[in-house]
């Protein structure tokens, strides 16, 4: 009986978490189950506030107006308009008299016409990570940190289909919709040109913005003031295959073991998000008809969910867009160093510029995966966007 346990007991520890691992993995290849463990849009906390009372995240009264938003193949997605602190303090009596909670009609709103009678307004729209709902921790003090004290900037933020109070189930093709009917929104219906726009993408979000990017830039010829990329990845299948939670849970890495095997479960992939490619081929399409472009890269160096090395790929596949084909990885490098400030440790600015297209590559050496939105480095980028860095000088 003794030996029997002896053997048991080893056998359990293995075999267990190896069977359910193996069970994961036969999940992983159903695109049910794949997009629900990659969106993990069923992950969220809307059973302990209403996303309808902003107030309990710090905004003012009637700063942010709740309203729905349809997209091209009629799914509603749920979203926030938040007006600058400095502006809504303008207009705080008119602001605070009007109906609370989810507008029925946001263009009937004194916070509406404050962004479309507005000739000069600037408008960020956020497109947020996986998982939750666009309150969901950290969320609410990025959109704090953009459009408080001396803030000139309307934010616009949304969750994708299947996320929080929107309808429908997130895909690759399904969350690029939301992000045109975002855009569509700001720009036919607010009136918001896209030079005075500026996209704010976070780790998902950084996929949909370059999707929106390649979308409006290569399809309609339209130039945004800038693209701000915060903790970014290549494509979806490159960092999965590295990627584990907290950066010491591992994902897909054991497979690296067995390439061939790998290769078979990324092939099983079935949102590509190749955030990489489609920045080389915007960065070569605005290039090629003398159009702007501000490309903002930043990425923490304590990032243990997406690292930094990932940001380098996307950096280098925008510059490919400008140099015009693959750069050699080694001459990239040395290139790279020549165009580098060097900050202190884990920390530098990098920046490629030809003609008026510029892309920039920040690694700061705090703000992990998450807290990174709220630094300055992202409020430094989407200032540079507008290329008015002195703007909220008071």
């Known amino acids: 009986m003794a030996n029997t346990a002896a053997i048991l007991v080893p056998t359990l520890v293995v075999g267990l978490p190896l069977g359910v691992y193996l069970v994961f993995l036969g999940l992983s290849a159903v695109p049910y189950f794949q997009r629900n463990f990659l969106y993990a849009h069923k992950v969220h906390t809307l ?3 209403d996303i309808n009372k902003p107030e309990q995240w710090g905004f003012a009264k009637n700063q942010v107006t709740p309203f729905h938003l349809t997209t091209a193949d009629n799914e509603t997605l749920y979203a926030w308009h938040i007006l600058p602190l400095p502006i809504y303090a ?37 497109f947020h990570g996986n998982a939750a709902q666009l309150t969901q921790g950290y969320r609410p003090a ?71 990017g390649e979308r409006f830039a290569l399809r309609e010829g339209w130039d945004f003031a800038g693209v701000v990329l915060v903790a970014g990845f290549s494509s979806l299948p490159d960092m999965l295959s590295g990627y584990a939670i907290a950066g ?82 080694e001459e990239f490098e040395a290139e790279k160093k020549t165009r580098m400030v060097v900050r202190g440790k884990n920390s530098f600015i990098a920046t490629w510029e030809e003609g008026d297209i510029v892309v920039r590559q920040e690694l700061f050496p705090h703000g992990g995966h998450n807290s990174i939105l709220t630094s300055a480095p992202v409020l430094v980028a989407v200032m540079k966007s507008f290329d008015l860095d002195d703007e909220f000088a008071p």
């Open 47 to 49: 059973w302990w506030r």
């Open 90 to 126: 303008q207009h705080e009596a008119k602001l605070s008299a009007q109906p609370s909670g989810i507008s029925p009609d946001i263009t009937a709103t004194e916070n509406f016409r404050l962004l479309r009678d507005d000739p000069t307004a600037k408008l960020i729209i956020s």
């Open 142 to 212: 990025h959109y704090h940190s953009l459009t408080g004290l001396h803030s000139p900037y309307h934010l616009l933020t949304l969750d994708y289909r299947g996320f929080g109070l929107s309808s429908g189930t997130p895909t690759e093709t399904g969350l690029i919709r939301d992000a045109e009917a975002a855009v569509r929104w700001a720009v036919d219906t607010a009136g918001v040109a896209p030079a005075r726009i500026v996209l704010v993408g976070h780790s998902l979000g950084t996929a949909v913005a370059a999707a929106a």
């Open 248 to 329: 010491w849970v591992p994902v897909l890495r054991p497979l690296t073991w067995w390439p061939w095997l790998l290769g078979k479960v990324m092939g099983r992939v079935v949102d590509r998000w190749d955030s990489a490619g489609r920045w080389r081929e915007v960065v070569k399409g605005v290039k090629g008809r003398g159009g702007r472009l501000r490309l903002s890269l930043v990425h923490a160096k304590d990032d243990w969910d997406i690292p930094a090395h990932e940001d380098d790929k996307v950096f280098k596949a925008a510059v490919e867009g400008l140099t015009g084909g693959e750069v050699d990885g």
